[in-house]
């Protein structure tokens, strides 16, 4: 237990000890051997002496602390927080008002450190956390930028889907338009079908006819045939008889050109019958000319026979071919007639089918509307969340800004906070939940 | 020889090709046969003047008479022409000798001694050719039969 005496009463006990020590100073002198006249002022001097002495001492002793405290109040006011044991007064015998005020100086000293500690580490947090909100920020503008851009080509796909859509309505009702011509030329073609089924009924009525005609134009074709043959056989025995002919009227040109040389050889006698060999020769001249002339004739007519068979033949040929094709047409018209039953009956079907599409395409067109006007409001929309991404990236170039800002404010902290000389004890100032909180207001940050 | 006054004494036998026409003494004639084929002996084939670069184109065989056939072409070297499919032949009776004259198609006929009356004869120094009958008009060589005879008893007897 440390007795507590107020400064002034120690300067109280000290004048006390000086002045009992300066009454004693008479008595000191009496005792040693010096002479009457000189023991007063001697004991004056001694008394002055012993006083002074003794003053100096105890005023050294209790002025000595306020001196350190002194000293440790600049160097805190400079900034010097080094003090590594803190001030020494705990060892006074008699304690007093420097030990309250160096108790309160370390605290003071305990609290500054922790408070610079905390600030530094703060500015330093702080510093890191500007830096990270500034590359965050950085991000986000980059970010606001490519969402932008993203919101252009947003924009323009809604534009362009809008623009499909339209195309695609137009086309719809295109289709519903061609949907109804479609019904209308079926409803055509049914009656058509039923036309053609009445038409391919009578059509194979007359090829049945026609095929048996033709069978009889056959038959026809075949006896002209064996008729052109045989004309041409008769006609190759013609020759024949024409080099007869031409043999006889030779000969008789011989004749009567020997003949004639016989009556010339008569003289006048002979005349008479020299006319009448000229005209014989004349006559056998004009057989043989005739002769050349149905032969000439005779290899046309066998030529044009040539032809006429050989056309026969083809006409057989092409008469055989026509009726194989006249009878795969009554086939063909069976067919037709069976067919034209079954477009009938499918026209009518078809006709059901193409109402229900023309239905589906009237819904198709209402729906697709509707989308358009989806379309329509997706680009309205587009083009706001374009503009409220404008103002976004406004936002952020702001916040980068502040975040800029932020930054140099924190480095001016830690500049301020670097004049203070901490050591190697930083103490906390702040209780530990309000550390802990600092660090979750960094994160969040 | 045929003088300008006796050539009107006969009529005459004219032969006719598409470019010239010979005329023979139709009273010369024995007659006009038809042959199927002509012999070529081979003393006249071998012989250059007779054979088949000359004017002797065969023989014949006439009731027993060896009679041989000459062309006009090759006698009068003009150009041949188509014979056709007959062997024709003039048979030429001269005192005891005969002579064919190988027509083949050609055109024959006859000029009257009437008709002789109204045209000229001009003699005419060629071979084989006594004149010609209408000079400026027809110009119808009168053959020489006497002359071709005599070059074919020639030829064939060996003498040049």
Not at chain 2, 18 to 46: C, W, Y
Request: proline share 2%; hydrophobic share 40%; with cysteine.
């Amino acid at each position: 237990m440390k007795l507590k005496v107020q400064i002034g009463y120690k300067f109280i006990i000290g004048f006390l000890l000086v002045v009992s020590a300066a009454a004693f100073s008479p008595k000191i002198v009496h005792s040693l051997n010096i002479v009457d006249w000189l023991k007063e002022p001697v004991s004056f001097l001694i008394a002055i002496l012993i006083g002074l002495i003794l003053g100096s001492i105890l005023s050294r002793s209790f002025t000595k602390d306020f001196s350190q405290l002194t000293s440790i109040a600049n160097d805190i006011s400079n900034g010097d927080l080094t003090q590594p044991d803190g001030i020494g007064v705990n060892n006074k015998i008699l304690e007093d008002e420097s030990t309250e005020l160096a108790n309160a100086l370390n605290i003071m000293l305990k609290n500054l450190k922790g408070l610079v500690g905390n600030i530094k580490d703060a500015s330093t947090n702080l510093y890191e956390a500007a830096e990270a909100l500034n590359s965050v920020v950085t991000k986000g503008n980059e970010t606001s930028e490519d969402i932008s851009k993203g919101t252009a080509k947003i924009f323009e796909g809604a534009l362009e889907q809008s623009n499909h859509v339209e195309t695609a309505l137009r086309t719809v009702k295109e289709m519903t338009r061609i949907s109804d011509d479609v019904a209308a030329k079926i409803d055509d073609m049914a009656a058509v079908a039923s036309q053609t089924r009445s038409v391919a009924q009578k059509s194979v009525a007359i090829s049945t006819s026609a095929l048996k005609k033709m069978e009889s134009l056959l038959q026809g074709v075949d006896f002209t045939k064996d008729m052109i043959l045989s004309l041409e056989e008769k006609i190759n025995h013609i020759p024949k008889v024409l080099d007869v002919i031409t043999h006889i009227s030779r000969q008789t040109d011989l004749l009567a050109l020997n003949a004639t040389i016989e009556a010339s050889k008569a003289g006048e006698h002979g005349r008479g019958f020299a006319i009448v060999a000229e005209e014989v020769r004349r006559f056998a001249d004009n057989t043989k000319q005739s002769v050349g002339d149905v032969t000439q004739i005779i290899k046309e007519v066998r030529a044009e026979v040539e032809r006429v068979v050989n056309s026969s033949v083809e006409s057989t040929t092409f008469t055989e071919e026509g009726r194989a094709d006249i009878s795969k047409i009554k086939d063909s018209l069976d067919e037709i007639n069976t067919f034209t039953s079954v477009v009938a009956d499918k026209s009518g079907h078809v006709l059901t089918l193409t109402q229900k599409q023309k239905d589906g395409a009237e819904a198709t067109v209402k729906l697709i509307e509707q989308i358009a006007t989806i379309a329509r409001e997706s680009v309205a929309a587009t083009e706001d969340v374009d503009r409220i991404v404008d103002e976004h990236r406004v936002s952020i170039e702001e916040l980068i800004a502040s975040a800029n800002k932020l930054s140099e404010l924190s480095k001016e902290l830690d500049d301020v906070v670097a004049r203070f000389k901490v050591g190697q004890d930083k103490l906390s100032f702040f209780p530990a939940e309000q550390t802990e909180k600092l660090e979750l207001t960094e994160k969040t940050i | 020889m045929t003088s300008p006054a006796s050539f009107k004494d006969s009529d005459k036998l004219l032969i006719s090709t598409d470019r010239e026409i010979f005329a023979v003494d139709a009273n010369m004639v024995a007659g006009i046969i038809e042959t199927k084929q002509l012999h070529m002996l081979p003393i006249i084939s071998s012989h250059p003047a007779l054979g088949k670069t000359g004017f002797i184109k065969g023989v014949i065989t006439q009731r027993g008479e060896v009679i041989v056939v000459i062309s006009l072409e090759n006698l009068f070297k003009a150009a041949p022409v188509q014979n056709g499919n007959t062997h024709r032949l003039v048979i030429i009776k001269k005192d005891a000798s005969s002579l064919g004259i190988y027509v083949g198609a050609k055109e024959l006929s006859f000029l009257w001694k009437e008709e002789l009356s109204n045209l000229e004869f001009k003699q005419l120094k060629k071979d084989y050719i006594v004149g010609l009958i209408d000079p400026y008009g027809k110009k119808i060589q009168l053959l020489d039969c006497q002359k071709v005879l005599e070059e074919i008893h020639k030829a064939i007897s060996g003498r040049q």
